[in-house]
């Protein structure tokens, strides 16, 4: 989604900044601490903290001056396609804002969102790779903690449309299929005309290889890592294949059960499948359900076991 719509007169596309998550949330969070419960708690807290000189609406203005400064210098210092700063589209591309739905509504009710729905399977099989090379310091390494996170994700940018943020859902499957309708309808949400055409340029620019070799990046960088990143590539493994299904080849019987467990019933709700037979027939399920529980006892009677054993050991 990132490639489709940067790289494009009028639009500028960072790297993700983690803006809402890393700085502008905790920022939120400290100024609702120091503000919970009512009067009574904060005489008791001896009126400390920063509500003590700003009020909420001033506090709101000051954060987003920050918010605006860096949109600011996002237009102004990297243009790209031809922008200058004015009327410029900022397409910000960064997965853990799917978690701050309540900080961009409370800073930035304007912003539109795009919420780009994936398969859970291919997700979580996209993360445990990651996981075992480049992602290796923060992707889920296993198939049920990476059913955690898709879950949590999904769930977490639906509720920009809850609070009112300007909301949009795109599966991935339909971008990879070159759908023209669906990119001209999400362009027209950005506030960006575009015909037929122009979408089909878009897609071909946009394919998988032009990205992966490099060819197509549209992706700018200043700052501080401005001199330093002017051949960026992205790490060893960062690209796989683009493609939907892979997990139906690589995972055994348990990976689909450890899926189901946490991400079954929103991949049904999502329409991906239309029940939870696809991990396993119930024959199996109930196998491997009853070995997950021997495994538990016979864990926990070698604990116990263990235990006596020190308690007997330390005896004179």
């Keep these: 989604m990132q490639a489709l719509l940067g790289g494009q007169p009028g639009v500028v596309t960072p790297q993700e900044t983690d803006l809402f998550t890393r700085y ?51 237009t102004t210092g990297n243009p790209v396609g031809g922008s200058t700063g004015d009327e410029v589209v900022i397409v910000e591309k960064s997965p853990s804002h799917s978690l701050s739905a309540e900080v961009v509504a409370a800073y930035v009710p304007e912003a539109r969102v795009i919420h780009v729905v994936r398969d859970g399977r291919d997700v979580a099989a996209s993360l445990t790779a990651a996981a075992a090379g480049w992602g290796s310091g923060w992707a889920p390494s296993t198939v049920d903690g990476a059913a955690r996170a898709w879950v949590e994700h999904v769930c ?36 960006l005309e575009a015909d037929d055409q122009d979408c089909i340029r878009r897609y071909e620019t946009a394919r998988f290889e032009a990205m992966a070799s490099g060819e197509h990046d549209p992706v700018a960088i200043g700052g501080e890592f401005a001199s330093h990143a002017q051949d960026r590539v992205e790490p060893e493994g960062f690209f796989r294949q683009g493609g939907s299904g892979g997990w139906r080849a690589d995972w055994s019987t348990a990976d689909r059960l450890a899926f189901d467990a946490v991400g079954g019933e929103l991949l049904v709700d999502l329409g991906y499948e239309d029940g939870r037979g696809w991990a396993a027939d119930e024959r199996w399920a109930r196998s491997l359900r009853a070995d997950a529980a021997v495994r538990r006892a016979i864990g926990g009677v070698a604990r116990r076991i263990g235990r006596f054993g020190e308690r007997i050991a330390r005896r004179p």
């Design 24 to 74: 502008i949330g905790p920022l939120h969070e400290a100024w609702r601490w120091q503000l919970r419960g009512g009067p009574e708690d904060w005489s008791r807290r001896r009126f400390k903290g920063l509500p003590g000189m700003l009020t909420t609406d001033e506090f709101t203005t000051m954060v987003r001056t920050m918010i605006d400064g860096v949109l600011a210098t996002v």
């Design 156 to 191: 977490g940018a639906r509720q920009y449309a809850e609070l009112g943020v300007a909301y949009r859902e795109v599966r991935y499957e339909t971008l990879a299929a070159k759908d023209v309708g669906a990119l001209r309808d999400l362009l027209a949400f950005c506030g």
